[in-house]
């Protein structure tokens, strides 16, 4: 008995002796070689992951007998080289390219579908995608819709005033696209009926184009002014969100502005300054347009002032001849008065003054003052200023202003001897200058011989001086 316990005891601890060999670590013999994972071998075998976006399109609404295009990327978002290859089954599917390889870099895929020959339906597709990664097949999907005609897109919310008066015309914009670039033509809802539909259709625009619509509002309260459209095949988008507008009482316009004030004529190219007033029943706010040429079209528009108000502008006309200007009262609430009585206004293109003329003596004395006179006369009655040229690189700088003809007389002495040559030029208070007048030559004599031989004589006997020097001038 004591032997069969024996032999059974060390048959057990034979068996588990092979158990550890095979399962258990050990740092003898039988130790088994870890992989190596850095082996760039096993790297190209194990590393690459194929990745891909986007993994679908549905192009929507299509016709029939045309091409449309999409685009995707694969990559590899591993390491080592990653070889793909495309698949594709349906006939109305191309893609390029169909197949490469990336080791890191993004490869573009064109996908094309070609309608041609396909009836009215919803249409699915796929693209096989293989790699070498290991992960098996996957797919880029494709959606689309075969059909005769689409709808507008929806218009825009309408853009414009939201607080208008009863009566008063306002102006309204939206705009909307075709998909297949057909014209449309717009529909608007307004008359808060109730009822949401077009109550105005306009006459067909261009896909893109914006609406203008004018429209005035009878009735005060709340109102909806929604927009749809609608393309030459008669498909129609829906509405549009809605712009709300409160519409109150019925405006009095501002009453006729005053007939502008101001210069009945004037030169090219120099401002001229106007002003008016007017009054608005409702004591709104109004602004001035001021129409400076008298064809109707308003120029030039002010701020908004308060009722009553003067507004003053200046104006510069660039050609000659008559202007009716005239002016137009707009207040907060877009009534408009009726144009002002017309101011006339002659505009003429300026004229230099005439050439000048100047007198006085011919001949002084070293540091003694003399006076010269300048007369000027300007063509259309203007200011004028005068210039003295004193001929010793002095002048007199810009005198005035002056009446058209009358005499400027300035004064001038010479610090040393000789001959100079004095003139005199004028200009009109708009800027234009004459030409210089005739020279007169002024003569200065040597210094006088008191002065020369006698200094001494002036500082101890002043009033001998004075006596001697009357006498040197005999």
């Known amino acids: 008995m004591k032997k069969i316990l024996n032999k059974k005891y060390c048959l057990v601890v034979t068996l588990l002796l092979l158990v550890s060999l095979v399962y258990l670590p050990s740092t003898g013999a039988f130790h088994i070689k870890e992989s190596n994972i850095n082996d760039p071998q096993l790297l190209n075998v194990l590393s690459p992951d194929l990745v891909y976006y986007p993994t679908y399109k549905d192009f929507g609404f299509v016709y029939e007998g045309n091409l449309y295009q999409t ?13 793909w290859n495309l698949g594709i089954v349906d006939p109305w599917i191309n893609v390029h390219p169909a197949s490469g390889n990336s080791t890191g870099e993004h490869d573009k895929i064109n996908v094309q579908i070609n309608t041609t020959g396909l009836t009215i339906g919803s249409y699915s597709g796929l693209i096989s995608i293989s790699a070498n990664d290991g992960g098996g097949t996957r797919y880029f999907s494709i959606y689309f819709e075969v059909v005769d005609n689409l709808p507008p897109n929806t218009p825009s919310k309408p853009s414009g005033p939201t607080s208008v008066v009863e009566g008063v015309q306002n102006t309204y914009t ?28 306009t006459s067909f625009k261009y896909s893109g184009e914006p609406c203008v619509v004018k429209i005035t509002f009878i009735g005060t309260g709340t109102w909806y002014l929604r927009a749809k459209a609608e393309d030459v095949h008669g498909a129609q988008s829906g509405f549009s969100q809605p712009l709300i507008i409160t519409v109150s009482g019925a405006n009095d316009p501002p009453n006729t502005p005053n007939q502008p004030t101001g210069s009945s004529s004037g030169t090219v190219g120099i401002s001229l300054s106007y002003s008016t007033s007017a009054i608005d029943p409702d004591d709104d706010m109004i602004k001035y347009g001021w129409d400076w040429n008298g064809d109707g079209t308003v120029d030039e528009w002010s701020s908004y002032i308060s009722s009553g108000s003067t507004d003053t502008r200046s104006h510069i006309w660039t050609n000659p001849g008559t202007y009716h200007v005239r002016v137009i009262a707009e207040d907060s609430n ?31 004395r070293v540091d003694r003052s003399l006076t010269y006179e300048g007369t000027g006369i300007d063509p259309e009655g203007d200011q004028i200023y005068y210039f003295f040229d004193w001929g010793d690189g002095s002048d007199s700088g810009w005198k005035g202003p002056y009446n058209s003809g009358q005499t400027a007389s300035e004064s001038h002495s010479w610090s040393k001897t000789g001959d100079f040559s004095i003139k005199v030029k004028t200009k009109d208070v708009y800027g234009e200058e004459s030409i210089w007048s005739n020279p007169i030559t002024v003569t200065m004599p040597k210094q006088k011989l008191l002065q020369t031989l006698f200094p001494m004589v002036y500082e101890k006997h002043p009033l001998i001086y004075q006596f001697l020097m009357k006498l040197q001038e005999i």
């Open 71 to 83: 685009f995707f990327e694969i990559w590899n978002g591993g390491t080592g080289l990653l070889t």
């Open 174 to 201: 939206t705009i909307t696209t075709d998909p297949e670039n057909d014209d449309v033509k717009y529909g608007f809802d307004f008359n808060n009926d109730g009822i949401i539909e077009p109550d105005h259709w």
């Open 334 to 364: 877009g009534g408009q008065s009726a144009f002002s009585t017309p101011k006339i206004v002659e505009i003429t293109v300026n004229q230099a003054p005439n050439k000048p003329t100047i007198t006085g003596p011919h001949s002084g």
